[in-house]
């Protein structure tokens, strides 16, 4: 049953990257990778916000998986920061490579902390 919740949430995930990474690209029109950026940052926020989140609350091993390994594990595109990051290397924009390394890394891990206390926030506001 955990392959399905797997195979479902990495659909969504997938799809909804697709979208949000294309409407991104469309509004900057640039050969920096600001998509896959943006994916990749709105996921760590997501995983932060949703962790902390399910840490105070009850929720089901099984929607924990759907939620992180499924929709989560297919939205934010590591490989494709990686792959983008090579290329943007290889082809001797070293200036676009540094900032999109430095800014997936810094601003995801800064997200996924921002996440985690939003998270927190509400939640002791609505208790």
Do not use: C, K, Q
Not at 18 to 38: C, E, K, N, Q
Not at 51 to 63: A, N, Y
Request: no cysteine; proline share 2%.
């Amino acid at each position: 049953m955990r392959f399905l919740f797997i195979a479902v949430g990495g659909a969504i995930g997938t799809l909804l990257r697709y979208t949000i990474a294309g409407l991104i690209y469309r509004l900057f029109d640039s050969v920096f990778p600001w998509g896959t950026l943006g994916v990749n940052l709105l996921g760590s926020f997501i995983a932060g916000f949703l962790w902390e989140g399910f840490e105070r609350t009850t929720v089901s091993p099984d929607l924990r998986t759907f939620i992180f390994i499924g929709i989560l594990g297919s939205f934010t595109t590591f490989s494709s920061y990686n792959l983008e990051s090579f290329n943007l290397l290889r082809d001797g924009e070293i200036r676009l490579a540094l900032s999109n390394i430095l800014a997936s890394n810094i601003f995801g891990i800064a997200l996924v902390f921002f996440g985690f206390a939003a998270s927190r926030y509400l939640i002791g506001f609505f208790r």
